[in-house]
């Protein structure tokens, strides 16, 4: 009996999203939410992280390749401002960077595995050392909004959020990667060439300073997202 009441109590901790956790699930367009999934790509792990930067899962989160045919697209305008809104805990609820990619499809955003040497980073929130301390500025954000670069090309992207908690990563593979890929559709782009460009997975590596830290002791001074330079277009 009490074995039996320890499995219910296991596979209801399974099936339950786990506390503390994340999810980018609402694209914010022109100062509107729109309702979760409409156009981010939907996931299969409820609120978990990736934590295997050389999985396939790193592009998108897992199911993400699979559900770009039932994701739509909506048109931003280059140079506006977009955001995403934090859904299933509600609040970024652990301590790291923050990073922002697009990626150009070469036909439609719905049919694009995001594979190759095309990912630029658009916006990045890293640590904040001002008060004499590791503080970092994502802590406890209901939502993110940044600008598409104003010469960013005309065409179909997916824009990817990216939120790397890193209470855990002393040990390699013990970041975790909140990851969201929304469908957008530039208009009034410009012609600007964005760079420099990584793929994923590939451009990350789980032995860099930026993935392999103890933020907690001894104290950090310094500390660098990992992936490329912003490119602000
Ligand atoms: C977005 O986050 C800011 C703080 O970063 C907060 O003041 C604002 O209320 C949030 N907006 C929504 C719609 O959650
Ligand atoms: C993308 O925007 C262009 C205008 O720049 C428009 O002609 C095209 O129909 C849009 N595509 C989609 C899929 O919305
Ligand atoms: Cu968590």
Redesign the pocket.
């Known amino acids: 009996m009490k074995s039996f009441i320890a499995l219910l109590a296991a596979s209801a901790a399974l099936l339950q999203p786990a506390l503390a956790h994340y999810q980018f699930n609402q694209l914010?367009v022109n100062g509107v939410?729109n309702a979760d999934f409409v156009y981010i790509r939907k996931n299969t792990n409820i609120n978990s992280p990736v934590s295997d930067v050389n999985s396939n899962d790193i592009r998108c989160n897992v199911g993400g390749l699979a559900s770009g045919s039932t994701t739509s697209i909506v048109n931003v305008a280059a140079g506006s401002q977009v955001g995403f809104?934090v859904g299933y805990g509600g609040t970024i609820g652990h301590p790291g960077p923050l990073v922002v990619y697009l990626a150009k499809a070469p036909s439609t955003a719905a049919s694009f595995d995001g594979s190759g040497a095309v990912w630029f980073k658009i916006y990045q929130i890293g640590a904040d050392f001002s008060s004499g301390s590791l503080k970092w500025p994502t802590d406890g954000?209901?939502?993110i909004?940044f600008k598409i670069p104003s010469s960013t090309p005309n065409g179909q992207y997916l824009l990817r959020i990216e939120h790397i908690a890193l209470h855990g990563a002393s040990t390699v593979g013990g970041s975790q990667h909140y990851i969201s890929c929304a469908h957008i559709n530039v208009t009034n782009g410009g012609s600007g060439n964005p760079g420099p460009k990584i793929a994923l997975p590939g451009g990350y590596n789980p032995n860099d300073p930026s993935l392999l830290i103890n933020i907690y002791w001894p104290p950090v001074t310094s500390y660098t997202p990992p992936g490329p330079s912003v490119w602000s277009g």
Request: proline share 0%; charged share 15%.
């Open positions: 914010v939410a809104n954000k209901t939502n909004t």
